[in-house]
């Protein structure tokens, strides 16, 4: 594998640096990270990803990344790029990634830090206790059948809440109203729809988690308004995606598009950016597959509020008026969509790759109802704080409308698990007044904070770079994993 | 399967990884699931009780190897089925592309007898290219997403 050791960067400002064209790279590369990032990025092979990106076919102005880069498979993670249908631009799986649609949802309560305090326990048991967790965890909602996971793939979010999960209002609070347009069931696999039946309602592993958090720090008291944020208060935040359903959507396609890419005679640096052009069979069956599983994920995410709201109910013994929860909003941080973005004057549509990056549009931006702007959900690592923030102008001027997702990985899960052995890190968190319950003990010490970068030193570059701004830090009070 | 076959983990930043040698194809292919069984639990606690047959195709081997190891992922995810003696595995040519045969054994897994590993999701095409060295022996670099 390329480190990408050699490749030259130039400064733009303090935190935005370009990678020249050169060889068969298409447009040039931007990489938004200050110098000390910088240096863990490039020893891991993130910038060669980044100039390898940049060869796709039909990519416009430049192969970004925001500051939580990190190495994923062909597209770092933090890695967004747009490509022009109408120019040959293609649609990569590995710009999406494995876990389609894996986003961030954040519900608001009426609830005060002050009143939860000898309850947190009991809550966090209850969340535990309602909410599937692990690898191949099922059985939230009884398996589904095949006519029903149709409905899912087809309707998202709506779907959830026909049966009861959340209500109608949930759906404006969501991106893309919680449904993809041009899902088609019929370029969805077999495996991916037994491994999907099973799964609805369910949290995974690894980085996957339900926290309760407090909000600590107010930074921009007229978004918070809006938001309905206010310090001292206590929020959920969800963090899932299409779980094995998207995993085989993803690993189905990659064939496809080895097969395409023969087809269509394209050249690639790295096999796992295999593509077809958007406008072709094979890039239209991806498209049609992927808005199933993202659906599916929006499916998921809404209904396992549902189920965080009838634990939280259950476990503090109040009413739904009582505990107050509203969804704040819900994003993906791994998608491909086709959104009009306006470049060299020119109103075009594009599809925009945004893998580990979330959409963050200005205010009044269609379809976005905020006055001052998307909310843009960038959740921390474990036991760390994790940040609101709004969407900006400059993000469209500059990233398609796109900005960071969290805090991206710079331990192994090998050196974090070596660098815990031997200490009590739930014991340890618990004396920092956070509560973890998992269901694998090992994923603490893999998900443990450290083997992150530091998402505050995310949130300033893309605050800097007038992305998106601050909103709003939350301090974690009680996680679940799995 | 010969002596100088082996495989070793590979610690990387997002992910972990394999590194997998071997004389033949076959004996890669072989290495490649033991190794999987490794990451997953403990190999030696897992008793052959039933067994699988495996018969896939594809257009090359790299994309016949990821297909090889998400069928033991998938066994392991939709059937808690641990697959970790491999009993049999052919590799041929078929048209333009390959065929593999294989047969697999494991045991249901039992959470006090079985040790949990890691949350592999995927095997993954990310730098692996299988092409035979000088000597004619095979080796590859394998990451799994997490």
């Given at each position: 594998m390329d480190a990408g050791g050699e490749i030259e960067l130039r400064r733009l400002s303090d935190a935005l640096w370009e990678i020249p064209r050169e060889g068969g790279m298409r447009v040039p590369g931007r990489v938004?990270?200050?110098?000390?990032?910088?240096?863990?990025?490039?020893?891991?092979?993130?910038?060669?990803?980044?100039?390898?990106?940049?060869?796709?076919?039909?990519?416009?102005?430049?192969?970004?990344?925001?500051?939580?880069?990190?190495?994923?498979?062909?597209?770092?993670?933090?890695?967004?790029?747009?490509?022009?249908?109408?120019?040959?631009?293609?649609?990569?799986?590995?710009?999406?990634?494995?876990?389609?649609?894996?986003?961030?949802?954040?519900?608001?309560?009426?609830?005060?830090?002050?009143?939860?305090?000898?309850?947190?326990?009991?809550?966090?048991?209850?969340?535990?206790?309602?909410?599937?967790?692990?690898?191949?965890?099922?059985?939230?909602?009884?398996?589904?059948?095949?006519?029903?996971?149709?409905?899912?793939?087809?309707?998202?979010?709506?779907?959830?809440?026909?049966?009861?999960?959340?209500?109608?209002?949930?759906?404006?609070?969501?991106?893309?109203?919680?449904?993809?347009?041009?899902?088609?069931?019929?370029?969805?696999?077999?495996r991916a729809r037994e491994r999907g039946r099973e799964q609805l309602g369910t949290l995974g592993s690894g980085n996957h988690f339900v926290e309760i958090d407090t909000v600590e720090e107010i930074f921009d008291e007229r978004a918070a308004e809006e938001f309905d944020l206010r310090r001292g208060q206590i929020v959920l935040q969800i963090h899932t995606?299409?779980?094995?359903?998207?995993?085989?959507?993803?690993?189905?396609?990659?064939?496809?598009?080895?097969?395409?890419?023969?087809?269509?005679?394209?050249?690639?640096?790295?096999?796992?950016?295999?593509?077809?052009?958007?406008?072709?069979?094979?890039?239209?069956?991806?498209?049609?597959?992927?808005?199933?599983?993202?659906?599916?994920?929006?499916?998921?995410?809404?209904?396992?509020?549902?189920?965080?709201?009838?634990?939280?109910?259950?476990?503090?013994?109040?009413?739904?008026?009582?505990?107050?929860?509203?969804?704040?909003?819900?994003?993906?941080?791994?998608?491909?969509k086709l959104e009009d973005h306006e470049v060299e004057g020119r109103l075009r549509r594009l599809c925009v790759h945004r893998k580990g990056a979330t959409r963050a549009y200005p205010p009044v931006h269609a379809p976005n109802p905020?006055?001052?702007?998307?909310?843009?959900?960038?959740?921390?690592?474990?036991?760390?704080?994790?940040?609101?923030?709004?969407?900006?102008?400059?993000?469209?001027?500059?990233?398609?409308?796109?900005?960071?997702?969290?805090?991206?990985?710079?331990?192994?899960?090998?050196?974090?698990?070596?660098?815990?052995?031997?200490?009590?890190?739930?014991?340890?968190?618990r004396e920092r007044g956070i509560l973890v319950m998992a269901k694998e003990r090992a994923t603490v010490a893999e998900e443990m904070t450290g083997a992150y970068k530091d998402v505050s030193e995310v949130v300033e570059v893309v605050h800097a770079a007038g992305l998106s701004l601050k909103v709003a830090r939350l301090r974690p009070l009680a996680v679940i994993k799995g | 399967m010969s002596e100088a076959d082996g495989y070793a983990e590979i610690d990387h930043t997002a992910d972990l990884g394999l590194r997998v040698w071997a004389d033949t194809l076959e004996g890669l292919f072989h290495q490649a699931a033991r190794g999987l069984a490794d990451l997953l639990t403990d190999p030696a606690t897992v008793v052959p009780r039933v067994e699988r047959v495996f018969e896939l195709r594809a257009i090359d081997l790299e994309e016949l190897l990821v297909a090889w190891l998400n069928e033991i992922l998938y066994a392991w995810e939709s059937e808690d089925l641990l697959l970790a003696a491999i009993r049999e595995m052919s590799i041929r040519r078929v048209g333009d592309g390959f065929a593999l045969r294989?047969?697999?054994?494991?045991?249901?897994?039992?959470?006090?007898?079985?040790?949990?590993?890691?949350?592999?999701?995927?095997?993954?095409?990310?730098?692996?290219?299988?092409?035979?060295?000088?000597?004619?022996?095979?080796?590859?670099?394998?990451?799994?997403?997490?």
């Open positions: 938004y990270a200050t110098e000390s990032m910088l240096a863990q990025v490039r020893s891991e092979g993130g910038l060669a990803q980044v100039r390898n990106v940049a060869h796709l076919p039909g990519i416009v102005r430049y192969s970004l990344a925001m500051p939580d880069i990190h190495w994923g498979y062909g597209f770092p993670i933090g890695g967004v790029a747009a490509t022009d249908p109408r120019e040959g631009g293609v649609v990569s799986p590995g710009g999406v990634g494995y876990d389609i649609n894996c986003g961030v949802r954040t519900m608001t309560t009426t609830l005060a830090t002050a009143d939860v305090g000898d309850k947190l326990e009991r809550m966090v048991q209850a969340l535990f206790h309602f909410i599937p967790t692990g690898v191949g965890s099922s059985g939230a909602i009884a398996k589904v059948s095949n006519k029903t996971l149709e409905e899912v793939m087809r309707e998202g979010a709506r779907w959830a809440v026909a049966q009861g999960y959340g209500s109608e209002a949930d759906l404006a609070h969501t991106e893309e109203q919680g449904c993809l347009a041009g899902a088609d069931p019929h370029m969805v696999g077999e995606g299409s779980r094995g359903f998207g995993h085989q959507v993803c690993d189905d396609y990659l064939k496809v598009m080895a097969r395409a890419v023969r087809r269509h005679g394209i050249d690639l640096p790295d096999r796992q950016l295999a593509c077809a052009p958007v406008e072709s069979e094979e890039g239209r069956q991806y498209l049609g597959a992927m808005a199933c599983a993202a659906n599916y994920a929006w499916a998921n995410r809404q209904t396992i509020m549902a189920l965080a709201e009838r634990a939280l109910l259950s476990a503090l013994g109040v009413s739904p008026r009582d505990l107050g929860l509203r969804l704040l909003y819900d994003v993906c941080h791994n998608i491909a905020w006055r001052v702007g998307q909310p843009v959900l960038i959740p921390g690592d474990m036991g760390s704080e994790s940040f609101i923030c709004v969407g900006q102008p400059a993000s469209l001027a500059a990233t398609f409308g796109s900005t960071c997702h969290g805090a991206g990985r710079v331990m192994s899960r090998r050196e974090a698990t070596r660098r815990f052995h031997g200490r009590d890190l739930i014991g340890e968190l | 294989a047969r697999a054994a494991g045991e249901t897994r039992d959470p006090a007898r079985h040790p949990v590993g890691e949350p592999v999701k995927a095997a993954t095409y990310h730098g692996l290219r299988i092409v035979p060295r000088a000597d004619g022996r095979y080796e590859v670099t394998l990451i799994f997403d997490m």
